[in-house]
C-alpha cells in the first residue's frame, strides 16, 4: 500500500475501477502513476456483449433496475484504505453497473472516494450524486469525466488529471516531470 500525505496525515490510496472497452483502465493506471497506491480492476461474472446494439439493450436494463451483478472474486480489502479512486464508463449518465455492485457491497464508510469515468461524449449525469447515495457515510468528492478522444492527446488528458488532483487536494507526480527521490509535488 501506498500512503500520501493530505492535510500532514498519511493517507492509503487505492484505485479500483470497471472498464468495458480498456479507456477506464488506462485512466486508473494514469492515476496510479500520478499519485501511486494499489490497483484493482472489477470484472463481471458474466462478460458484458460485445455487439453494441445488444451491450446497449442490456446496459439500459442493468440502470434503470439498479441490476447489481455478480462479480469474480474480489481480492482487495477497502477497509485497509483511506481513499478510493472509483473508476467506470459512463453508461447511460451513471457508472457501470460492476462499479455499482462493488461499491454497494464494499464498506467505505469514513472513505473519500474521488471517482472517474470515461465517456464517448453522452450525457454526463451526476455521477458524485449517484455514488454519495450509494455511499452516504463516504465523502464523495468532484468526478473526472475523460472525453474517451482525449486520452490519446499527450496535453489534455494530463492537464486536466493534474487540474482534478490539485482541485481535490492529492498530491501527484507531474506526468513527464522525472523526479529521482519520488516526491509528490
Known amino acids: 500500500m501506498t500512503n500520501v500525505c493530505e492535510n500532514g496525515n498519511a493517507k492509503k490510496i487505492l484505485i479500483v475501477s470497471y472498464s468495458y472497452s480498456g479507456n ?3 485512466i486508473a493506471e494514469e492515476i496510479r502513476m500520478a499519485v501511486g497506491g494499489d490497483s484493482y480492476t472489477i470484472f463481471p461474472w458474466q462478460p458484458y456483449p460485445m455487439e453494441f446494439s445488444e451491450l446497449l439493450r442490456q446496459v439500459k436494463e442493468e440502470v434503470k433496475t439498479k441490476y447489481r451483478p455478480r462479480l469474480l ?9 483511506d481513499i478510493i479512486f472509483a473508476g467506470s464508463p ?3 449518465g451513471t457508472i457501470a453497473p460492476p462499479l455499482y455492485s462493488w461499491l454497494y457491497y464494499s464498506k467505505l464508510d469514513g472513505k473519500i472516494i474521488l471517482p472517474f469515468v470515461s465517456h464517448c461524449g453522452g450525457t454526463q449525469g451526476d455521477i458524485q450524486k449517484d455514488i454519495s447515495r450509494l ?3 463516504s465523502e464523495v468528492r468532484e468526478t473526472l469525466y475523460v472525453l474517451d478522444s482525449t486520452l490519446d492527446d499527450g496535453r489534455t488528458f494530463p492537464d486536466l488529471l493534474a487540474r482534478w488532483l490539485e482541485k481535490n487536494q492529492i498530491p501527484h507526480k507531474k ?4 523526479n529521482d527521490d519520488k516526491r509528490l509535488v
Open 135 to 137: 455511499c452516504p457515510k
Open 24 to 26: 477506464t483502465h488506462r
Open 90 to 92: 459512463n453508461w447511460c
Open 73 to 81: 472474486p474480489v481480492n482487495v480489502v477497502s477497509a485497509n484504505y
Open 175 to 178: 506526468k513527464g516531470k522525472e
